[in-house]
Every structure is written in structure tokens, then in C-alpha cells.
Antibody, heavy 115, light 113 residues
Framework: EVQLVQSGAEVKKPGESLRISCKTSGYTFTNYWIGWVRQMPGKGLEWLAIIYPGDSNIRYSPSFQGQVTISADKSISTAYLQWNSLKASDTAMYYC????????WGQGTLVTVSS | DIVMTQSPDSLAVSLGERATINCKSSQSVLSSSNNKNYLAWYQQKPGQPPKLLIYWASTRQSGVPDRFSGSGSGTDFTLTISSLQAEDVAVYYCQQHYNFPPNFGQGTKLEIK
């Protein structure tokens, strides 16, 4: 059974750094693109970035280039999304997803950034 | 980037009636190499991640009821629910999976009339 299990909710202050994770199982991690989708409160779905763990090919949405960093650790089948300096506007639910058309979603990680 | 635009933004349909949601892409998502339309549909219920309903514009994901169907080609697509059930109340999103970023439409909220 394919599973994407994300790390727990986070509460941070503006300017702090953060890394959230997505542990996968049930499939060959290096054979599928894995990415991150944001959903701000009461809003729609936005792509941030995607990575192909097989060759570390990475793509960022223009709106998020330089704002976040995506990475993957093949040895533990886990993807990450990192911020160096959070803003209040980063408050959102972040979903880990598999593929360009998304057949599997993580349960979501709620990130709250507030002073 | 390919921009996806859905219509309407919200929709109220009686139980048992047909619901239709439209999606338009700013450029064609039909691949000339394999003649496939790179268009997906998702359903999102409150407090849950979205669920894949349809991909390649008309291929139903395993386990999705056959009252859900997708159609269209090029830049214009439709999701049809043939006979609305109470459990279909949700927000529906289209998405192009032709290139990156594989953008979503803004969503259509479907309610019971």
C-alpha cells in the first residue's frame, strides 16, 4: 500500500527556519516525481516544487523559486520542504504529493507563522 | 505557465440531477506525441486532502464511481456527475499535468439545491 506520511503541525515565528518531511512507503521512491502543494486557509491549490529522486531533477514554480528548497533522501525514501526565513504569509496547509497528476497525497502539514 | 480557469465558481444541483463543471486551459494540453490530453480532476471534502477522480481527461481513477466522467480535448474540458449524491458535496479542481507547474483551476464548490 502506497503511503505518504507527513511530519506534524508546526507553529513558528516570522524569520525562523523550518523543514517539514514526507516519509513514503509502498513503492519505489526513485521512480516517481514527488512534490509539494500549498493550500492557504480557505483557498485553492498551488504548486511549490517537485523533485525526481532518481536523478535529483528539481523544478520550482516561479512564484516560489528562492522562497523554499525541496530535497529528497533516497536512503530513507523521504522528501523535504525547507524555509530559511518564514513569513506570516507562509501560513498554510502543505501537502506532499506523488506525480504530476497526483494519485497519492500526504495527510497535510499545517504550518502557522505568527509573532 | 498554463492558466486553468473553471466555471462556475459555485453550483447548486438537486439530488439525482446532473452536475457539470467546466475547465479551460490557456493553451492546449493535448500532446501530439501520444494524442493524450493532460488534464485531471480532483474532489476535495472539508478537512481532507484532494482525491484524484479523473486523469488523461477521461480515465477514471480506480475506485471512483462511474457517475463521474470527464470529457473534452485541447483547451476545453468538462467534469460531469450524472446523478448527484449527497456525498458528492465538495470542491472540485481541474489540473493540467502537461508541464510544470501543473497548475490547478480555482475550484468549483458543489452544493445540494
Amino acid at each position: 500500500e502506497v503511503q505518504l506520511v507527513q511530519s506534524g503541525a508546526e507553529v513558528k515565528k516570522p524569520g525562523e527556519s523550518l523543514r517539514i518531511s514526507c516519509k513514503t512507503s509502498g513503492y519505489t521512491f526513485t521512480n516517481y516525481w514527488i512534490g509539494w502543494v500549498r493550500q492557504m486557509p480557505g483557498k485553492g491549490l498551488e504548486w511549490l516544487a517537485i523533485i525526481y529522486p532518481g536523478d535529483s531533477n528539481i523544478r520550482y514554480s516561479p512564484s516560489f523559486q528562492g522562497q523554499v528548497t525541496i530535497s529528497a533522501d533516497k536512503s530513507i525514501s523521504t522528501a523535504y520542504l525547507q524555509w530559511n526565513s518564514l513569513k506570516a504569509s507562509d501560513t498554510a496547509m502543505y501537502y506532499c504529493v506523488r506525480g504530476y497528476y497526483i494519485d497519492y497525497w500526504g495527510q497535510g502539514t499545517l504550518v502557522t507563522v505568527s509573532s | 505557465d498554463i492558466v486553468m480557469t473553471q466555471s462556475p465558481d459555485s453550483l447548486a444541483v438537486s439530488l439525482g440531477e446532473r452536475a457539470t463543471i467546466n475547465c479551460k486551459s490557456s493553451q492546449s494540453v493535448l500532446s501530439s506525441s501520444n494524442n493524450k490530453n493532460y488534464l485531471a480532476w480532483y474532489q476535495q471534502k472539508p478537512g481532507q486532502p484532494p482525491k484524484l477522480l479523473i486523469y488523461w481527461a477521461s480515465t477514471r481513477q480506480s475506485g471512483v464511481p462511474d457517475r463521474f466522467s470527464g470529457s473534452g480535448s485541447g483547451t476545453d474540458f468538462t467534469l460531469t456527475i450524472s446523478s448527484l449524491q449527497a456525498e458528492d458535496v465538495a470542491v472540485y479542481y481541474c489540473q493540467q499535468h502537461y508541464n510544470f507547474p501543473p497548475n490547478f483551476g480555482q475550484g468549483t464548490k458543489l452544493e445540494i439545491k
